[in-house]
């Protein structure tokens, strides 16, 4: 996991965090990306690979899909470190 897996990650908590009561959708995550990485000359289209990094996240149960994303409890663990309560 790498810091553009984190942002994703930070991208789904602050989403929720904002008050908005339904999940994130995905073209609203990649929206999301892309903005706040785009100060970075370093990263293309090819190297971010975000379907990529949302099926792992997806696959290792730090994120699901409820009628949009949000993160499950390992995936608050994994963002926010000890500092979550079940």
């Known amino acids: 996991m790498d810091k553009y897996d984190i942002l994703l990650l930070d991208i789904v908590h ?3 965090e ?3 009561k339904m999940n994130i959708s995905l073209s609203q995550m990649e929206e999301n990306f892309w903005k706040r990485i785009e ?3 370093s990263l293309s ?3 971010a690979r975000i379907g ?4 792992r996240l997806y696959l290792e149960n730090l994120v ?3 009628g949009g994303y949000c993160l499950t409890k ?3 663990v994994t ?4 500092t979550v309560t079940a």
């Open 14 to 16: 602050n989403y929720k």
């Open 18 to 20: 904002n008050g908005l």
């Open 39 to 41: 100060s970075e000359e």
């Open 45 to 47: 289209l090819s190297q």
């Open 52 to 55: 990529e990094r949302i099926t």
């Open 64 to 66: 699901e899909n409820k």
């Open 74 to 76: 390992k995936g608050r």
């Open 79 to 82: 963002l926010l470190g000890d």
